[in-house]
């Protein structure tokens, strides 16, 4: 909580680039993550992260990614070009690191930059033991990948919400397609992660 305290409540993108956070030693970008990260949720900072956002990865492609022990579903967003997320495919899982050597090809082969990762709470919003596994999946991955950006996203009900999709829709023949299903998932996860930070046109 200190970093509510030292930021202003007038603000705009000037104030990060010239401001040290009181008592943290940091640089500029580990400044932007925990804001988006950690503080997006507050309303009176999620313009604040909004111009970060927008400022930083206008014309970057983002990775979306939905864990699951059987499956792991993956999607794209190139931010500021696509008008949505789309999916883009699934990797069966063997083991731990089977997936993360397969997530880190598609990131080297389609050249992403930044990566949002799907993290399962409980609907009163509490984690589980599934939300610590996904959470120790993600800094397995991010240390594979120093150099790529990662984020989390609450996934709570994604995959019923993609059922409902699927059965609504002629894409899938108004019918669950359990094939696509983690795929179309993985795209919602990065669908509201853009909602939180996309800035209008």
């Known amino acids: 909580m200190v970093l509510e305290a030292v930021i202003p409540q007038n603000y705009d993108v000037r104030w990060i680039k ?3 956070f009181t008592g943290l030693d940091m640089d500029h970008n580990s400044r932007e ?3 988006v990260n950690k503080f997006s949720n507050i309303t009176r900072f999620q313009p604040f992260a909004r111009v970060l956002m927008n400022n930083k990865y ?3 492609l983002f990775l979306g990614v939905d864990y699951g022990t059987k499956v792991v579903g993956l999607a794209t967003y190139h931010w500021g070009k696509d008008p949505f997320p789309l999916p883009y495919g699934k990797i069966v899982v063997k083991n ?3 997936v993360i050597q397969d997530i880190c090809e598609v990131i080297q082969a389609e050249g992403i930059e930044a990566v949002v990762l799907g993290l399962p709470f409980y609907t009163d919003g509490k984690e589980s033991e599934m939300t610590k596994t996904v959470r120790k999946f993600g800094e397995a991955l991010q240390s594979q990948m120093p150099e790529i950006d990662f984020f989390t996203q609450d996934e709570t009900l994604t995959s019923f919400e993609a059922q409902e999709r699927m059965k609504n829709s002629p894409r899938y023949n108004f019918k669950v397609e359990p094939k696509q299903l983690d795929a179309l998932s993985a795209s919602i996860i990065l669908e509201d992660f853009v909602k939180l930070y996309k800035v209008e046109e």
């Open 18 to 20: 010239n401001t040290e």
């Open 58 to 60: 206008t014309g970057l």
């Open 33 to 35: 993550k925990i804001i």
């Open 96 to 98: 731990q690191a089977q």
